[in-house]
């Protein structure tokens, strides 16, 4: 079972700094940066957005990667090494990634996808987010509580939940409140387990499998959660521990259900579009102050 929602929501009002002129699109190679834990598959529906959109690796567009492989501590010198290059306009996927691109510059626009970029110090509220960042946020307040709901509906018995979360990731704690009211709504006892890394995960799926947990709720984490996405499916399969996760690819690598946006459909559209309206601007714009859904 899957169940995917749309929780994409475009951050308005942003001021950014132009990437240069469409008329000028054929003639120079632009460079953007993309920081993030790892080639994450929403990438490649970016890049697949962007040459719809007429912007052709290899020949009017360089991509720059900067991953940081599950070491949060890297991202800080990431991106200044993208700053330093210079690229044009950053990508950042994730909270650590967005927080490290936004400290490393004021000057290049950042465009984030990101849990709660307002709990996370990157703008001033989501319909004027004022700087350099513009993108969107893609949880919704009451998304962990829906993923509870569904471990409910899934086990109607169901009296406790292991909740498994990165302490290094800022999101974390946002998830870890809104998983807490759900909690309490539904009756349930939530049980926080913390992996800062991925060599912290058997530790952490170790202390899962002692405690017994009727159900595991995998909160969104670009970072050790995502990478050791096979490691934590197979462990939860083979102990029987139902789960539900914040990303459909927890489901691609053996994961039970997920309830999540559809990634691949925001990058390769909205995404892609962002970075068109960038390309496009002569002077720092203002984009859409109002709040679209992505469709699915």
Known sequence: MTTRRDLITLLGGAATLPLAARAQQGERMRRIGILADERWPPIDSLKQGLRNLGYVEGQNLEVVYRFAAGQAERYPGLAAELVALPVELIVALGTPASVAAKRATEAIPIVVQTGDPVAAGLVRDLAHPGGNVTGFSGQAADAEGKRLELLKELLPSLSRVAILVNPANSFSAVALDNARSGA????????????????????????????????????????????????????????????????????????????????????????ALVIDKISRAPSPATFLSSSPRNSS
């Open 184 to 271: 309490i709504a539904l009756g349930l006892r939530l049980d926080a387990v913390e992996a800062s890394s991925v060599a912290d995960l058997e530790r952490a799926l170790t202390a899962i499998r002692s405690d017994r947990p009727g159900a595991v709720l995998v909160t969104a984490d670009r970072g050790p959660l995502m990478i050791g996405r096979t490691r934590i499916a197979e462990f939860l399969m083979t102990n029987r521990l139902p789960s539900i996760y914040s990303f459909y690819e927890h489901v691609q690598a053996g994961g039970l259900m997920a309830y999540a946006a559809n990634y691949h459909a925001t990058y390769r559209r909205n995404v």
